[in-house]
Nanobody, 124 residues
Framework: QVQLVESGGGLVQAGGSLRVSCVAS????????MGWFRQAPGKEREFVAG????????AYADSVKGRFTISRDSSGNTVYLQMNSLKPEDTAVYYC?????????????????WGQGTQVTVSS
């Protein structure tokens, strides 16, 4: 059973930075594609960023391109989302997701495992 645990959320002012992390409970996660999604109140969960198992391919939502960076550590067990130039509209619960696919999917339906989420709040 794969368990994902997010951390690093919090409150930050607009224009600030925050890094959220996701740690997996199994080493085999290094062979999984990983993704970050977010869900704001009253809205559907949306794709933010994804990274393939080797870290050589990344994808971003248009709304975060140039501001957010997804990466994974050398072991492949931890995935990060560095968020810069944060805006109030980035406020949401951020979820980490994993799937055994070789590439990172863009849809919630392409991920099998999910974390509990971490709250990110950006004040104006």
């Amino acid at each position: 059973q794969v368990q994902l645990v997010e951390s690093g959320g919090g409150l930050v002012q607009a224009g600030g930075s925050l890094r959220v992390s996701c740690v997996a409970s199994v080493r085999t996660i290094s062979r999984y594609a990983m993704g970050w999604f977010r869900q704001a109140p009253g809205k559907e969960r949306e794709f933010v960023a994804g990274i393939n198992w080797s870290g050589t391919s990344k994808a971003y939502a248009d709304s975060v391109k140039g501001r957010f960076t997804i990466s994974r550590d050398s072991s492949g067990n931890t995935v990060y989302l560095q968020m810069n130039s944060l805006k109030p509209e980035d406020t949401a619960v951020y979820y980490c997701a994993a799937d055994q696919s070789l590439r990172a999917g863009l849809s919630v339906f392409e991920y099998e495992y999910w974390g509990q989420g971490t709250q990110v709040t950006v004040s104006s």
